[in-house]
């Protein structure tokens, strides 16, 4: 069964800092994984996803994630943290429904991004 | 372009009394629609998928039910409310298996 793990449910970085949330995955099958932003009392918005073609996926707002199968992991970074960077993120795994017309995505817990001045 | 839009945005209901939240996406044609609920600190959790007009699929057991009465509507609904009801309810859509987008959700407390 697929699932994730998001180490650090609060992340908090200065300004112009380096962002690094990390996301680690379970999946008995090669998986589709996502980023989607939150911010507050708002919906998620997809910042990128992976589908099993380039490693390196580059997102909205100058995120990007690297899918690296041998650490099953799909870290999401930032170079330069920006003030509106602040909201929460979640990483999700996909799975297969109704014989692949559709798909559930698995969700992890969240990790909440606070940018300091 | 696609859009969907939830409401209502937030409502406070007493225990016991009934709920409906409503769903609708336009700008596609027989899209995937899905209910989630997101409590504090839990993540989201898939309660309702559905693929088509009056096929509802059911992810967990519980005290809501969802409704496709058309293509690009859904609902969802509660004959009696709980306090465990209380949440943010997401409802998305996708094509096929593609990527889900969120509406902006609807906070529900109940009291």
């Known amino acids: 069964a697929q699932s994730v793990t998001q180490l650090g449910s609060h992340v908090s970085v200065s300004e112009g800092a380096l962002v690094l949330l990390r996301c680690n995955y379970s999946s008995s099958v090669p998986p589709y994984l996502f980023w989607y932003v939150q911010y507050p009392n708002q919906g998620l918005q997809l910042l990128l996803k992976y589908t099993s073609a380039a490693t390196l996926v580059k997102g909205i707002n100058g995120f990007e994630a690297e899918f690296k199968k041998s650490e099953t992991s799909f870290h999401l970074t930032k170079p330069s943290a920006h003030m509106s960077d602040a909201a929460e993120y979640f990483c999700a795994v996909s799975r297969a429904l109704y014989g692949g017309a559709t798909n559930k995505l698995i969700f992890g817990t969240g990790t909440l991004l606070a940018v300091q001045p | 372009s696609q859009t969907i839009h939830q409401w209502p945005a937030t409502l406070v209901q007493p225990v016991g009394s009934p709920l409906s939240l409503e769903c609708t996406v336009e700008?596609?044609?027989?899209?995937?629609l899905y209910w989630y609920r997101q409590a504090a600190g839990r993540g989201l959790q898939l309660l309702f998928y559905s693929v088509g007009i009056g096929q509802i699929s059911s992810e967990v057991p519980q005290n809501l039910s969802a409704s496709r009465p058309q293509d690009r509507q859904f609902i969802l609904s509660s004959k009696k409310l709980l306090l465990s009801d209380s949440g943010f309810y997401l409802c998305?859509?996708?094509?096929?298996?593609?990527?889900?987008?969120f509406g902006e959700g609807s906070r529900l407390t109940v009291l």
């Open positions: 998305a859509w996708s094509i096929g298996a593609g990527e889900l987008f």
């Open positions: 700008g596609t044609s027989n899209p995937n």
